[in-house]
């Protein structure tokens, strides 16, 4: 049976196309923290490759002779929350098991057993591991892996019994632990009764170093995919990979998805013989954004914590408000894999870039009417854009201060109750691509439209601009700083129509004066200003 692309679970060398993990991290500056007994944090985003690289790295340190590593993840104590009484006899259980597993040593597990009612919670983890290092023969590393999915009172007590033994290493401790998680320690904000919070760093103050695991280089974008044409003989078009890196920048789960996508999940490319096109890709990663794939859907959940949102709904806005948010929330959103702060501040790839606004107005498509194609699609099978952004005119009139109320992101309300319009509709057959950043004061968005019903989004393409502002101070100079950047966009993207839409978020203001539309003519180009 031919390998794969791996979506799910760790890597797999014999099943799987696969990155040699030690190449995924600086495999020489973690021997030498470990041949120096020290304990350090290894952190990465979800679905990166995290567990694969753990796993490969403690083959290698066992094979070496040297120590005895065993890799335990640890996710099922969050089950038990801030309960210690319950969270530490579950770590407890799962180290045991691993200590087992990976380096074939049965006494710890019965030591534990017997033992394991004569210590309260908040000595046991440390007796276990002091236990593990006295009855080894080699000095014991530990890999814990998912220790940022504890909380509360089971969180504080782990980090405090590990630091307590830290003393007695190697003799009667372990030599070396790697906290693994997806993030640093030093984000942990650990919440106690009576509202106090302790911070990771705080209660665990011997790490000597934080390494963070990043995504694929572009080489190693290409040599994976390549793996696919050396195993199966069937090639890629060299147009596909500029757009592969844009698209995912490396992130490995967009990588192996999006390789999953195009080899398998279109089932006319599982003839081997085919070439897989650039129009191939295309459609593949239009099917892997609808789908909604676990990992896409889990960006919802990050989206509505309080750190993640103070960023992203900045970059959403495309205002300067960041100045506000602490540095470490910048450095946190970046450790979840959302933004890259080098060389500018923007969300990591462009399909986050498409999915974060799908994702925080899928209600408000979905409740969305009137979206019936005849409407809105003239006899040239062109769209008339003229009559829907009319139509969102007074949607937004309409429905704006409830919507509004109800989102998470206030502060880009406007732009993403325009991107929800838009989406549902071209849901039926467009694309939507979009554009923002920090400070940029203005969202882009380009309209893509196909022409020909037959050859659908791979033929001929009508490309309508349309930039949108919020009006801060003086209309007319907003008008004449929207119509410069509309213009220069529209001439960057070779755009057929361009239109700038003016945001009044000022409630004092009628809803007469709020609703325009005017012709302008900016360095030759037709723009259509429109205010709401």
């Known amino acids: 049976m031919e390998r794969f692309f791996n979506t799910a679970g760790p890597t797999i060398p014999d099943d799987h196309y696969h990155i040699d993990p030690l190449h995924r991290v600086d495999w020489e500056e973690i021997q030498h923290l470990m041949d120096h007994k020290r304990y350090f944090v290894l952190h990465a985003p979800r679905q990166t490759g995290k567990t694969s690289t753990l796993l490969a790295m403690m083959k290698v340190i066992n094979a070496q002779g040297r120590y005895s590593c065993a890799y335990a993840n640890i996710e099922g104590a969050q089950a038990a929350r801030g309960d210690e009484t319950q969270g530490i006899p579950a770590v407890c259980d799962a180290l045991s098991d691993s200590v087992e597993l990976y380096t074939g040593c049965a006494d710890l597990k019965a030591w534990y057993r017997k033992n394991k009612k004569e210590f309260s919670p908040q000595y046991l983890l440390a007796s276990v591991l002091r236990q593990w290092a006295m009855i080894s023969s080699r000095p014991v590393i530990l890999f814990l892996d998912e220790v940022d999915a504890l909380v509360g009172d089971t969180l504080i007590s782990l980090l405090r019994q590990i630091r307590s033994g830290y003393a007695q290493r190697p003799e009667a401790f372990p030599r070396s632990i790697i906290l693994c998680g997806v993030r640093d320690v030093r984000d942990y904000r650990i919440h106690q009764e009576g509202g106090e919070i302790i911070t990771g760093g705080s209660a665990f103050n011997i790490k000597a170093k934080s390494l963070r695991m990043g995504n ?22 060299e147009d596909i990979f500029p757009e ?22 279109m089932r006319a490319l599982r003839d081997r013989t085919r070439k897989i096109t650039l129009t191939d890709y295309l459609q593949a990663r239009e099917q892997l954004i609808i789908s909604r794939a676990t990992h896409l859907d889990q960006l919802g959940d990050k989206l509505r914590e309080p750190r993640v949102h103070g960023v992203i709904s900045a970059l959403l806005a495309g205002e300067e408000t ?31 870039r498409e999915v974060i606004p799908r994702e925080l107005t ?27 952004l009319e139509a969102f005119q007074q949607f937004f009139r309409e429905h704006s201060e409830i919507w509004e109320e109800g989102f998470d992101y ?29 400070g940029r004061k203005r969202t882009d968005l380009i309209v893509e439209w196909p022409l020909d019903p037959q050859k659908n989004m791979y033929g001929p393409l009508q490309r309508v601009v349309i930039e949108l502002k919020i009006l801060r101070g003086d209309l007319e100079k907003t008008i004449q700083t929207g119509l410069e950047q509309t213009a220069d966009y529209a001439d960057r993207v070779k755009a057929d129509e361009a239109h700038l839409i003016i945001f009044n978020r000022d409630r004092k203001v009628s809803w007469g004066k709020k609703i325009f539309r005017r012709q302008e003519t900016h360095q030759s180009r037709s723009i259509t200003v429109w205010g709401a």
């Open 362 to 388: 899928w209600s408000v498509q979905t409740m969305i009417s009137n979206q019936e194609t005849a409407w809105y699609v003239k006899d040239d099978h062109s769209l008339d854009i003229f009559r829907l």
């Open 244 to 265: 592969l890196w844009e698209d995912t920048r490396g992130q490995p789960w967009l990588v192996n998805a999006l390789g999953h996508e195009v080899t398998w999940e």
């Open 410 to 438: 206030r502060e880009a309300a406007p732009q993403l109750l325009l991107q929800a319009f838009l989406q549902r509709i071209l849901n039926s057959g467009g694309r939507l691509l979009r554009e923002y950043g920090l």
């Open 322 to 352: 960041l100045k506000q948010v602490p540095d470490d929330d910048l450095q946190y959103v970046e450790d979840l894999g959302l933004i890259q702060l080098r060389p500018s501040l923007r969300i990591s790839n462009r399909i986050y």
């Open 216 to 237: 694929f280089s572009l080489e190693e974008v290409r040599a994976l995919w390549l793996q696919h044409t050396q195993e199966t003989g069937q090639e890629f078009k």
